[in-house]
């Protein structure tokens, strides 16, 4: 697959996938209302605009990544290379995890409970396809590599820089 075409996979599978996940599902949820924050704290809602910041380009980032790799993050069209470097150094899954944390942070921005459950749910989807589907994939594929890089880099706990060990 040619850069271009990798751009023009990464930007398609973006507006579908992370725009839908992330946009229009807690929109449907929440119709974005602001409601009272938990606990009549304010400061939920700013940790919940944290998560946001830290999510947003954690997931633009690695789809980009993905791209100038030659491939996308969708599985069917998937890169050529194993994708170690970026936010996939510190943790296996940053797509997911930026998701989760952009969704949670929309249901502490908005004091709803039901965005919070929604992300607990997408975060156990993700990892029920994580396991049944990608890590077995990405070991056939991979080999050895994805090996070595499972027993360097925590599939959901991010690795603190100059850290070596993981656990999954």
Do not use: K
Not at 42 to 64: C, D, N, S, Y
Not at 86 to 100: C, F, S
Not at 123 to 141: K, M, Q
Request: glycine residues 10%; aromatic residues 14%; hydrophobic residues 50%.
């Amino acid at each position: 697959m040619t850069r271009g075409s990798a751009a023009l996979g990464s930007a398609v599978f973006f507006l579908i996938a992370p725009t839908t996940i992330a946009g229009v599902v807690p929109w449907w949820i929440s119709q974005w209302r602001l409601q009272a924050p938990f606990f009549d704290l304010q400061l939920i809602g700013w940790f919940g605009v944290v998560l946001i910041l830290l999510g947003i380009p954690v997931l633009v980032e690695t789809f980009t990544r993905f791209a100038l790799q030659g491939g996308t993050p969708a599985p069917v069209a998937p890169t050529q290379h194993l994708v170690i470097t970026g936010p996939n150094r510190y943790v296996r899954n940053p797509i997911y995890l930026a998701l989760v944390a952009i969704v949670l942070g929309q249901g502490l921005i908005l004091g709803n409970a039901r965005l919070l459950v929604y992300g607990a749910l997408l975060w156990i989807g993700f990892h029920i396809f994580v396991l049944a589907y990608e890590e077995p994939t990405l070991r056939r594929t991979f080999g050895a590599e994805y090996d070595t890089y499972c027993a360097n880099v925590s599939r959901w706990l991010p690795r603190l820089p100059g850290s070596t060990s993981a656990s999954s």
